[in-house]
C-alpha cells in the first residue's frame, strides 16, 4: 500500500515528537491511544514516510533527520527511539527564519550554500511538505509554499503565516490538483481550544464576559523566538477566540512568557471575568500543562494525512472545510464541534 512521502522545513522542537511520534505508532501497529483518527482514508500515523527535511542549523543541516532531531536547542519529552529514516536534512534558505536574537545561540547558522528546495522535493518523490519553521517567519514561510507548489507537493502550514487563508494561494495548490492546509496547527488539546470552550459555554448560559486572558509560560525556542515575534501568534489565538463573543463582550487578551528554563513544558493559566444575573460578578481560572510539542505533533500527524486523503478522493476544493478541525486560523470559522463534523464529513464522502 502506498506511504506518503513527507518532507519537514524546520527540524525543531515541533518536528522531534512527530519523527518519534510516527516511529512509536510504527513501531506499535496495533496501538491506537492518544490518537484523534486512527485511519484517515486507509492511512495509519504508520505510512507516514519522511524523505527529506530542510533546516539552516550547521547541529542539524547534513545530518540524517532521525539524528538532527537531538540537536541543541531542541527540548522534547522522547516518545521512543526513533526509526532510521532515509531523509537527509538539507540546508534550505535563511531568509526571515532566524532573528538576530536566535543566532548563535538557538541556531547556529549553516556558512553551507542553500540547496534547490524543489529539486530535492521531486528528487525525493515528496508527496507533502510540512512547515515548521518559526513564528513570524513570513517569507520563508511563503518561499517553501512556492517550492511545494513547484515540485507537485501538498502544503501543511503550521505555523502562524497567512499562507491557507489567502483565496489565491489555495486555489493555485487545487488548479495542480494538491492542497494547502493552514494556518497555525492547533494541539490536540490546548489552551486555546480549552480557553473557546468556556467562552461558548458562558456565552451559552447568557454571561457577559468582562475579561478573559491566556497567560502562556514556556522555555523552549519557539517561546524565546515569541518575545520578539508574538504579534501573529496572538492575533491568531485571540481572534479565534472572539469568533465566539458579542460585541460588548471584553476582547480577549493572550501574552507570552519565556520562562529562561530549557525545557519542552507549558503552563497556561485562563482567567475569564463575567457578570451573571444583576450584573453579579463570576471569576472562572483554569490551568493547562502540557508537553506543548507533543500536543502539536499529535494533531500534524493528522494534517499530513488528511492532505494526502483529499489528493487522493480528488477532495481538493473542499480542503478548507478539513482546516478548522486542524487549525488555529482556517479559512473559515467553525465552532470545534462544527469543526469535527466537516471533518468526519470528507472522511464519509469517499468511504
Ligand atoms: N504545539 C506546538 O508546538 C505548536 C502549535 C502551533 C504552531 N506551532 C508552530 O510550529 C513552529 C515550529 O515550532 P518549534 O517549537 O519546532 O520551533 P523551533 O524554534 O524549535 O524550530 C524551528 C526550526 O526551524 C529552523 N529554521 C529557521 N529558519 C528556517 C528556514 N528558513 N528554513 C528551514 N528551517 C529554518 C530552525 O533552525 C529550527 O530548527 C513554530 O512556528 C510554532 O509557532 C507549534
Redo the contacts with the bound molecule.
Sequence with gaps: MKKINVGI???????KPLVEGVSFYTKNPEETTGLLHSKIGHYKVSDINFVCA????ER?VGKKLHEAIFAV??ITREITKPLEYEAVVFR????D??IKEMKDD??HESKDESVDVAKILKENRTDVLIN????G?DE?SR??AQEALKAGCSFVN???SPLATVAELREEFEEKGLVLLGD????QL?ATMLNRFLLQLLKIRGIRITKTHQENKGG???HF?LKYRFEQ?EKSKSGTLQKFLDKDDAVPTVAFTYTGEPSGHKLVNITIEGEIFGRTPIFITSVIEDE??I???GTASDAIRMAQFLVDTKQQKKAQWACPFLF?TPPEHMTDTEAAEAFDKLLDSAA
Aim: charged share 15%.
Design positions: 522545513v524546520g527540524i525543531g522542537s515541533f518536528a530542510f533546516d539552516v542549523d542539524k536547542a531542541n534550505g534558505p535563511t531568509l527564519g532566524v538557538f541556531v515548521l519553521v518559526p513564528s517567519s520563508a518561499f517553501y503550521c505555523v502562524p497555525d496547527i492547533k494541539s490546548g523552549n525556542a519557539d523566538n501568534k506543548i510539542s500536543n502539536g505533533a488555529k
